[in-house]
């Protein structure tokens, strides 16, 4: 990996970013998949989050481990929303649909596909310290504990921002026309 190129000479910080990557690489890859749907990209935007790791390695505190993983998180989630919103900007035409789908199922899956996006589109929007508690609860498969350590704050904190986030989600979808099932 390049990023394992850039870190300092010292055996010490080579061993501690071994070991960061070691821990973390797994759970990125997840999250990044989640986001962009395919193996290359999100192992693109999980080197990319390693390398953003190895140029700040020496301004970050690394012997944190949840701080660690909170930045590499949160970079990988980055890096695969840009990557994301480029593909779709790049992307011309719609969906190419299978032959032989009757077109029940192609209008059920254009609607489960629409919804998705829309709600994707609308967790980009929520405030920061919303959107993160979806993205690692839903898109990373981070359970509620996991995440208060990650993001430093508590359990409860996390169910009160989650409450929030999905209130929140739920109106902006119904404005769009959007409606509970």
Aim: hydrophobic share 35%.
């Amino acid at each position: 990996m390049l990023a394992f190129c850039m870190i300092p000479d010292t055996p010490d910080a080579q061993r501690r970013f071994e070991e960061i990557y070691n821990d973390n690489r797994n759970i990125m890859y997840n999250c990044a998949y989640s986001v962009l749907g395919d193996t290359p990209s999100a192992e693109d935007a999980v080197q990319d989050a390693f390398l953003s790791l190895a140029r700040n390695f020496d301004k970050l505190d690394t012997s944190d481990n949840s701080r660690i993983r909170s930045y590499l998180i949160i970079t990988v989630r980055n890096y695969s929303f840009k990557q994301y919103n480029k593909r779709k900007r790049e992307m011309a035409a719609e969906d190419v649909w299978l032959d032989g789908e009757d077109d029940q199922n192609i209008a059920l899956d254009t609607e489960n596909k629409q919804l998705r996006k829309a709600l994707f589109e609308k967790i980009k929007m929520l405030d920061k310290k919303y959107g993160d508690i979806i993205m690692l609860r839903y898109y990373c498969d981070m359970k509620e504990k996991d995440i208060a350590d990650t993001l430093g704050i508590s359990t409860e904190n996390v169910k009160v921002r989650m409450h929030r986030a999905k209130s929140m989600l739920k109106k902006m979808l119904r404005e769009e026309g959007y409606h509970d099932r």
